[in-house]
């Protein structure tokens, strides 16, 4: 079985002594356990103090986006060198920033190289809207954006990164507001990005990378997604600002992790 993986994406929460007190909170709840990693993406402003703070390698940091270009006159961005040794990860393609921020697919390919190139292993967002599930169009977006986002990338680079499914209109519905994903909804769009990345890139491919789910995951429904097959971790947002409520989903995983 996979290492499990559980993102926390902290968006645009928390300044540096914010950041760090959350942080050393999650330190005393969560064990360090080598099948579950946890990697925390806040902004890029708390990355470096908590990249200070983390000690035996407990957490692993992630950003939240990077610019495609490694230098220049570029006003306001963060890019791939900046980020490496630090950075682990990187979330790229959120539907936040394909929604606020215009991102386009040519611009996430670009992403995707960049971190690649630095060596950061990009988790990689893909979903369909509420419009196009309803319309029965959820595959087909899912295998133009994965054919799209993935098109300057090798198979053997394509290995390496993670996916996460992410439908935005299961995210941040965990507060009662909105559509929650049923497990068999995920199920099924999990096992559609592995065929469809087997198809393109090869089974082994398609067998070995990691495949995240992410919209609205607490610790109310973590215990059910973790039973879906093909599933290796969550990426997690609301629930992840609360340091009780992130901790008992990373335990739920740990404990899924050696059954
Ligand atoms: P949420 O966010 O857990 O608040 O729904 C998920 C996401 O950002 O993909």
Redesign the pocket.
């Known amino acids: 079985m996979s290492k499990k993986l559980i993102v926390a ?1 902290w ?1 645009m929460h928390f300044s540096p002594s914010q950041a760090t007190k959350h942080l050393q909170r999650l330190a005393t709840r969560i064990k360090p356990n080598k099948k579950v990693e946890v990697v925390l993406c806040p902004p890029f402003i708390d990355i470096q103090p908590m990249w200070q703070r983390i000690k035996n390698n407990q957490f692993s940091i992630g950003a939240q986006d990077l610019f495609y270009i490694d230098e220049g006159k570029y006003t306001g961005e963060v890019s791939g060198p900046m980020l490496s040794g630090m950075a682990k990860y990187v979330i790229i393609g ?3 920033r394909r929604i606020h921020f215009n991102e386009t697919d040519e611009i996430i390919a670009r992403k995707l190289a960049a971190a690649v190139r630095n060596e950061i292993i990009p988790v990689l ?1 893909v979903g369909e809207n509420l419009i196009e599930r309803q319309e029965g169009e959820t595959n087909r977006v899912l295998a133009d954006k994965l054919f799209a986002d993935l098109i300057m990338l090798t198979g053997p680079e394509i290995e390496k990164i993670v996916i ?1 499914y ?1 439908p935005n209109w ?5 507060d009662g507001h909105g559509d929650i994903a049923k497990p068999d909804q995920i199920a099924t769009a999990i096992a559609f990005l592995r065929r469809s990345i087997a198809e393109l890139y090869g089974k082994q491919v398609g067998t070995n990378i990691q495949v995240l789910y ?4 607490n610790a109310d429904f973590s215990k059910t997604y973790l039973k879906i097959k093909g599933l290796d971790g969550f ?5 992840s600002l609360n340091y009780e409520e992130f901790s008992r989903i990373v335990a739920d995983c740990q404990v899924a992790s050696k059954q």
């Open positions: 994406n968006k959120h539907s936040e967002c996460c992410e299961s995210i941040s519905s965990g992410g919209g609205s995951v990426l997690v947002g609301g629930a």
